[in-house]
């Protein structure tokens, strides 16, 4: 089953990744051998209780974010719309080229704002990675760090990508 986030109810997404990322932060302490086992999972229920919160507020602004532009439109229509916006060939319905038009503009319009607290958000944590990387504690410090830079990265890419997919949707008008 896919969960479309223009359809789902926002809580299922929610539920999902409060719940991956403690399976995922468990399976991490096992591997670290971690033995301070109730502090892991006071740290695993609140940080999958405010990632749970974080992806559900998400999903309910990008509903409502894209309400407008969807408007009126079948649920296979608004959902292809949704795809053309991010990637793809501009499809030939012009009602759906329209609307995926107007979601990538405001996907550009939205990603100057959170680039900018992304990248300070990433680059805020990552003296403390290379910190622990340098310390030689971790092998999993290496890999946040890795993961860090990777997302910076696309802090800075995803703009400059949202924009050739306005400009190729404007182009097929």
């Not at 359809?7 to 929610?14: L, R, T």
């Not at 892991?40 to 999903?59: C, E, M, N, P, Q």
């Not at 793809?88 to 759906?96: F, H, I, L, T």
């Amino acid at each position: 089953m896919r969960i479309h986030p223009l359809h789902a109810s926002p809580w299922i997404p929610a539920v999902i990744a409060g719940a991956g990322f403690e399976v995922m932060f468990g399976i991490l302490t096992v591997i670290s051998g971690l033995e301070l086992w109730a502090g892991a999972v006071i740290l695993a229920l609140a940080g999958g209780v405010l990632l749970s919160t974080a992806v559900g507020l998400a999903v309910w602004r990008a509903q409502r974010r894209f309400a407008p532009d969807i408007a009126g439109m079948s649920r296979e229509s608004a959902t292809l719309a949704y795809r053309v916006a991010q990637r793809g060939q501009a499809p030939a319905d012009p009602e759906v080229r329209a609307a995926a038009l107007r979601i990538a503009e405001r996907n550009l319009a939205s990603a100057g704002q959170t680039r900018l607290g992304l990248t300070i958000a990433l680059a805020c944590t990552l003296p403390g990675v290379v910190l622990v990387v340098l310390k030689g504690e971790s092998g999993l410090g290496a890999v946040a760090a890795v993961a860090v830079v990777v997302g910076i990265g696309f802090a800075v890419a995803i703009p400059r990508q949202l924009r050739r997919r306005v400009e190729a949707l404007r182009a097929a008008d």
